[in-house]
T-cell receptor, first 115, second 115 residues
Framework: AQKITQTQPGMFVQEKEAVTLDCTYD???????LFWYKQPSSGEMIFLIY??????QNATEGRYSLNFQKARKSANLVISASQLGDSAMYFC????????????FGSGTRLLVRP | DADVTQTPRNRITKTGKRIMLECSQT?????MYWYRQDPGLGLRLIYY???????NKGEISDGYSVSRQAQAKFSLSLESAIPNQTALYFC??????????????FGPGTRLTVL
């Protein structure tokens, strides 16, 4: 079964430091997409970054980068130079190559940035 | 104006009542989705639709029904609400033919409480 696992329910990071949020996935598909979304306390879901399974380079978007290790089936999110506004829930998700094009979400990691 | 809107944003209802959650989008996307978010469980897919004549069940469709009234509108109904349907509900849209890069754009969510 396809599954996303986020093993860190909550994390702290000091402002201006980098933090890594872990994500592992389980799929037998050869082609799939991996996503990270941010959910602030206001509740909306904000797309952060995408990595395709065939992409050779790790994805980067500003302060966000995705550490993609295909053999280990991991897709960790790295946030550099943390800011207070980064405090939120972070969800890892996978898009399998089936007819639904749905997203399968992990249970999330709550990040708190300390001043 | 927001690209994906949901109404109502908050709703409190009683057990046994029928309730409809509405979603509208101006992104011109064909694919629309309804997800449910429970604490500690991430988002789970309820229903999805690829066009007005195409409706598909997700992993947790029991107790829900949907209607795709137009390309831009996708409604979720609870025919007889029960307390364990208390959750945050999200509508999402995505473009067609993006393969694994199925980035989904989320509405702001509807917080539903069933007493």
């Amino acid at each position: 079964a396809q599954k996303i696992t986020q093993t860190q329910p909550g994390m702290f990071v000091q402002e201006k430091e980098a933090v890594t949020l872990d994500c592992t996935y389980d799929t037998s598909d050869q082609s799939y997409g991996l996503f990270w979304y941010k959910q602030p306390s206001s509740g909306e879901m904000i797309f952060l970054i995408y990595q395709g399974s065939y992409d050779e380079q790790n994805a980067t978007e500003g302060r966000y980068s995705l550490n993609f290790q295909k053999a280990r089936k991991s897709a960790n999110l790295v946030i550099s130079a943390s800011q207070l506004g980064d405090s939120a829930m972070y969800f890892c998700a996978m898009s399998p190559m089936d007819s639904s094009y749905k997203l399968i979400f992990g249970s999330g990691t709550r990040l708190l940035v300390r001043p | 104006d927001a690209d994906v809107t949901q109404t109502p944003r908050n709703r409190i209802t009683k057990t046994g009542k029928r309730i409809m959650l509405e979603c509208s989008q101006t992104k011109g996307h064909d694919r629309m989705y309804w997800y449910r978010q429970d604490p500690g469980l991430g988002l789970r897919l309820i229903y999805y639709s690829f066009d007005v004549k195409d409706i598909n069940k997700g992993e947790i469709s029991d107790g829900y029904s949907v209607s795709r009234q137009a390309q831009a509108k996708f409604s979720l109904s609870l025919e007889s609400a029960i307390p364990n349907q208390t959750a945050l509900y999200f509508c999402a849209t995505s473009e067609e033919e993006r393969g694994a890069h199925n980035e989904q754009f989320f509405g702001p969510g509807t917080r539903l409480t069933v007493l």
